[in-house]
């Protein structure tokens, strides 16, 4: 008994047995005057029944002198023979005296945290006026009873328990972070408690002591900024409008808002000018939203509809202001703003029932109000707050930042595609040399369109070029680029350069462009091009690459395969020749020009791409068309980083029956004989309507080789689509026109070659060159 300040014995009829010299001490009652009376004569007030379960609690006497004294005191049971309870012991601990002990009490009391004291069975002993607010009840009511029965039956609840058992038994302090709602708050708080062992003189374990600072500010603040970096990382990771405003809608749903939608102005969308935000009501389109529920049915306005939203309404109110708008239950705006949207959508009112608090936040970027975010609390039950406001404002910057972005690429993209698909053929006229057939897919990649490019020339003698090309680079730098060098090709093709003299020609010119200033993007990165000039009468395919991947030959028998081409030097390197490669094909063949994008991609072997490009031109298709996307479907990379650009050529031959052709002696005396051969063929093709002009043209261009020309002469008449006739001689002199003089006796027949006929030009050839002239053939 020397352990404890005071001790009492009482036996099973509730007399008192015992009384210590502490007990005295305490109540000034001698043990005479207390021993065999009834224990209740000395309560001043009645035991509450919870610290009758607990044995243990606080309690008041009466004091022989002092009117009353409370104690803090625990009951043991003392046991007979057969183990049945015969009495009880009753403890208390000796109150500190003295200014130390008022002041620790006091110190318990006031402390702003939240304190409270518990046996080793877990039953309450103490608390201070925090723990009595947290738990909403006066002390009274929870001393003596278990902590589990005072709490909802809840993960967190056992968690608590279970750590201040642990501290009972171990006695080890426990320090734990927690967040949980309790009894008298209305939402769950970040909770820093910290559990010890309060031990008797013995050092035993008596009590289990805690303390719960309430760390939801700080906790709110790590949160908000966890948000923060989680927008950093969340949104934006695509240069798409609607998917940016969608990404901002999932991140606000559920942690910050049970409702949340992005409404932008039409122009964000599409338009090219930037109207600055008008005065009273003002029309956005929906572009996201969401919520706690599948399909959103809180949602008034439907994706992709255009709501006009009043001067009053927190949306509005928010782009006029440029700030975030807070607005709650039981302000007349508030009210007025969830009728109008009960009234536009009826059917979601069940699901708005409870909307307590809204935020309204603009989007701007750059000086820019592009729209406005919304949030809207209904089973949160905390209202959003001037903290709530700062942090909707820093996300919706951030997001406005990569809604403009992605704004601004796809105007740019759209730009840049406009740009080059104006610079691409639209409908290739039709060739007699070629059937065609194109396809060009513009990457989807950020980084933008890309440069390549296609083309189909007619030449002289119903020759066709066909180009492809790609400059490397993206955006409108690169287009612009690509219709130069388009520009280019189409010029030097029109003086029919051979293809290697071509790309040495157009590889000068980007040289020249990059060493002016005007290219540097293409003396950068460079630039690939692959021309070939096909002739339907000798079916002869010439071609030569700068730096582009070799084409591909589907025969009519089948078989594919990739042609052996040199891929010579890219474009803009310079000093590095240009090797040509000549192939017959047979009528009927499928030539394949195609830029990088369709067989090059990361980890993918271009040898094995090369073979899945020859087996798709090699299966069955019922047209050009179907087998361009049977190539595409089939070698296209799932998700190309590049632009695609794919050119098909089915060649056709010129036969026998639509040629002719006569070797010309170097005699002036041959220009009759060789016109009447011309007459004649006329007539065969059933063509007299033509004789007279050709009769001229032939005398002009074969009299002007004899004269001016080198042997050997030659005479060759194409009948097609039209009358083509082409003079060759082994001079390598082009001519040229000139203005006779009104006394001059020569001079006048290329000019009346070219009054009379559709147009007529000059090539050079391996030979020498050869000059032509083109008439339309009569109607039927």
Request: proline share 3%; hydrophobic share 40%.
């Given at each position: 008994m020397e352990q404890v300040a005071a001790a009492a014995t009482?036996?099973?009829?509730?007399?008192?047995?015992?009384?210590?010299?502490?007990?005295?001490m305490l109540t000034g009652y001698l043990a005479e005057e207390v021993v065999g009376r009834p224990a209740a004569d000395l309560l001043a007030e009645d035991v509450p029944t919870a610290v009758l379960v607990a044995r243990a609690g606080r309690i008041v006497l009466r004091h022989r002198a002092e009117g009353t004294v409370t104690l803090t005191v625990s009951a043991c049971p003392l046991l007979g023979p057969d183990g049945s309870e015969e009495g009880y012991v009753i403890t208390t601990e000796r109150p500190r005296e003295g200014p130390e002990a008022t002041l620790a009490a006091r110190a318990f009391e006031q402390a702003s945290m939240s304190m409270s004291v518990f046996d080793t069975q877990q039953r309450y002993l103490r608390l201070n006026e925090a723990a009595c607010r947290v738990m909403g009840v006066p002390?009274?009511?929870?001393?003596?009873?278990?902590f589990l029965e005072t709490v909802e039956d809840a993960v967190h609840s056992r968690g608590f328990h279970n750590n201040l058992r642990q501290v009972a038994q171990t006695g080890r302090p426990v320090q734990y972070e927690s967040f949980t709602g309790a009894p008298a708050l209305n939402r769950e708080h970040a909770w820093s408690i910290e559990m010890w062992p309060v031990r008797n003189d013995d050092g035993e374990v008596s009590a289990v002591a805690l303390a719960a600072l309430d760390s939801s500010p700080q906790y709110w603040a790590r949160q908000r900024l966890a948000l923060l970096n989680e927008a950093a990382a969340s949104i934006g990771t695509t240069l798409d409008v609607v998917r940016t405003a969608e990404e901002l809608v999932e991140l606000l749903v559920p942690r910050y808002a049970d409702f949340a939608s992005v409404d932008l102005l039409d122009w964000v969308l599409g338009a090219d000018e930037l109207p600055t935000v008008a005065d009273g009501d003002i029309v956005l389109r929906r572009v996201a939203h969401g919520s706690g529920h599948e399909g959103t049915p809180e949602a008034a306005v439907r994706l992709g509809e255009a709501d006009v939203y009043p001067a009053f309404s927190p949306p509005a109110r928010s782009l006029h202001t440029g700030r975030a708008v807070l607005s709650q239950?039981?302000?007349?705006?508030?009210?007025?703003?969830?009728?109008?949207?009960?009234?536009?959508a009826p059917a979601g009112r069940p699901y708005r029932k409870g909307v307590h608090s809204m935020l309204a936040v603009p989007l701007r970027a750059r000086g820019t109000t592009l729209g406005v975010a919304v949030g809207v609390r209904i089973r949160d039950a905390e209202d959003y707050g001037p903290d709530d406001a700062v942090l909707a404002e820093e996300l919706a910057s951030r997001a406005a930042v990569c809604i403009d972005n992605a704004r601004r690429f796809a105007r740019e993209r759209n730009t840049a595609l406009a740009l080059q698909r104006s610079l691409l053929p639209r409908g290739l006229p039709g060739q007699v040399a070629v059937e065609v057939a194109h396809r060009y897919l513009p990457s989807g990649s950020p980084a933008g369109i890309g440069g390549d490019w296609f083309d189909v020339i007619p030449l002289s003698g119903n020759r066709v070029g066909l180009v492809v090309g790609d400059v490397v680079g993206h955006g409108i730098p690169s287009s612009a680029t690509m219709g130069r060098l388009c520009t280019a090709v189409r010029t030097l093709a029109d003086v029919d350069l051979p293809p290697d003299e071509l790309l040495t020609h157009l590889d000068d010119l980007v040289i020249h462009l990059a060493s002016d200033g005007f290219d540097d993007e293409v003396a950068e990165l460079g630039a690939t091009c692959l021309y070939s000039v096909y002739d339907p009468v000798s079916r002869r395919l010439t071609?030569?690459?700068?730096g582009h991947p070799p084409p591909a030959v589907l025969l009519p028998d089948g078989t594919a395969r990739l042609v052996p081409l040199s891929a010579g030097p890219p474009l803009g390197v310079g000093g590095l020749p240009f090797e040509a490669v000549e192939l017959e094909l047979p009528e009927g063949a499928v030539v394949a020009l195609y830029t990088d994008g369709l067989i090059e991609e990361r980890d993918r072997d271009l040898d094995h791409a090369g073979a899945e490009l020859c087996r798709a031109l090699a299966t069955p298709a019922d047209s050009l068309d179907a087998l361009c996307d049977t190539v595409l479907k089939a070698v296209m990379p799932e998700e190309p980083s590049d632009d695609v650009a794919l050119l098909l050529a089915r060649t056709r031959a010129l036969g026998a029956d639509r040629v002719a052709t006569w070797d010309v002696t170097p005699d002036p005396a041959q220009v009759a004989p060789t016109r009447q051969a011309?007459?004649?063929?006329?007539?065969?093709?059933?063509l007299e309507e033509t004789a007279f002009v050709t009769e001229l043209v032939v005398s002009e261009l074969v009299t002007n080789a004899i004269r001016y020309g080198e042997p050997p002469i030659q005479l060759r008449l194409i009948r097609d689509h039209s009358l083509i006739c082409e003079v060759s001689d082994g001079s390598s002199t082009s001519p040229h026109l000139r203005r006779a003089h009104a006394y001059d006796e020569g001079g006048r027949g290329l000019l009346l070659v070219a009054q009379l006929?559709?147009?007529?030009?000059?090539?050079?050839?391996?030979?020498?060159?050869?000059?032509?002239?083109?008439?339309p053939l009569p109607p039927g």
């Open positions: 009482i036996d099973a009829r509730g007399r008192v047995t015992g009384w210590s010299e502490g007990a005295r002390e009274e009511v929870l001393l003596g009873r278990p239950a039981g302000e007349p705006d508030f009210v007025r703003w969830v009728a109008e949207r009960n009234a536009r071609m030569a690459a700068a011309a007459t004649e063929q006329l007539a065969a093709w059933g006929t559709q147009r007529w030009g000059s090539r050079q050839t391996g030979r020498g060159k050869t000059i032509w002239a083109e008439q």
